[in-house]
T-cell receptor
Framework: QQQVKQSPQSLIVQKGGISIINCAYENTAFDYFPWYQQFPGKGPALLIAIRPDVSEKKEGRFTISFNKSAKQFSLHIMDSQPGDSATYFCAAPQTSGSRLTFGEGTQLTVNP | EAGVAQSPRYKIIEKRQSVAFWCNPISGHATLYWYQQILGQGPKLLIQFQNNGVVDDSQLPKDRFSAERLKGVDSTLKIQPAKLEDSAVYLC?????????????FGSGTRLTVV
């Protein structure tokens, strides 16, 4: 059973700053490691995902850094905006099948 | 592409009552998941279907929870009898394949309050 630890629980950043959220997993699986963004009253929405044979993936202001040897991956949000204020979840795949185990979430607040 | 539809959006019931949630996945998505999200926590998998067969229900409290996916499309999740600790958002997600998690799409969920 995959275990996922996410930190920090909450994060406050000024507009234009960099937000960094970290995630550690236990079991290696060859499938995507995604980050989800959730706004109040909505379901989680896929933000960005990375395959474990890649060390970094960038999409606009969002970057995932993946460290396979340390079993860690992180989300970097550059030039953070108030509209980025949401809860962010990392997820790690089970060793077989398509099931995801989610972290406990990070509540990000970007102050204007 | 229409998203994952769930109903109702909200439900308030008394403990020991029963409740059912409905999910309609994205057209063509063979894999369907039900997750439970307690306030302030990440979603936790309850059950996974591939078409109308169960792939994983190891985390489903089978003494009170049941789920079915008739004809491999819509799914219902039932709780009977409900307990206070079942208060949570119940999320349905679907994906087109059971061979990878990319393209996992969630619905907006049903918020259940048990009083």
């Amino acid at each position: 059973q995959q275990q996922v630890k996410q930190s920090p629980q909450s994060l406050i950043v000024q507009k234009g700053g960099i937000s960094i959220i970290n995630c550690a997993y236990e079991n290696t699986a060859f499938d995507y490691f995604p980050w989800y963004q959730q706004f109040p009253g909505k379901g989680p929405a896929l933000l960005i995902a990375i395959r474990p044979d890649v060390s970094e993936k960038k999409e606009g202001r969002f970057t995932i850094s993946f460290n396979k040897s340390a079993k860690q991956f992180s989300l970097h949000i550059m030039d953070s905006q108030p509209g980025d204020s949401a809860t962010y979840f990392c997820a790690a795949p089970q060793t077989s099948g398509s099931r995801l185990t989610f972290g406990e979430g990070t509540q990000l607040t970007v102050n204007p | 592409e229409a998203g994952v539809a769930q109903s109702p959006r909200y439900k308030i019931i008394e403990k020991r009552q029963s409740v059912a949630f409905w999910c309609n996945p994205i057209s063509g998505h063979a894999t369907l998941y039900w997750y439970q999200q307690i306030l302030g926590q990440g979603p936790k998998l309850l059950i996974q279907f591939q078409n109308n067969g169960v792939v994983d229900d190891s985390q489903l409290p089978k003494d009170r929870f049941s789920a079915e996916r008739l004809k491999g499309v819509d799914s219902t999740l039932k709780i009977q009898p409900a307990k206070l600790e079942d208060s949570a958002v119940y999320l349905c997600a679907s994906s087109w394949s059971d061979r990878g998690n990319y393209g996992y799409t969630f619905g907006s969920g049903t918020r259940l309050t048990v009083v």
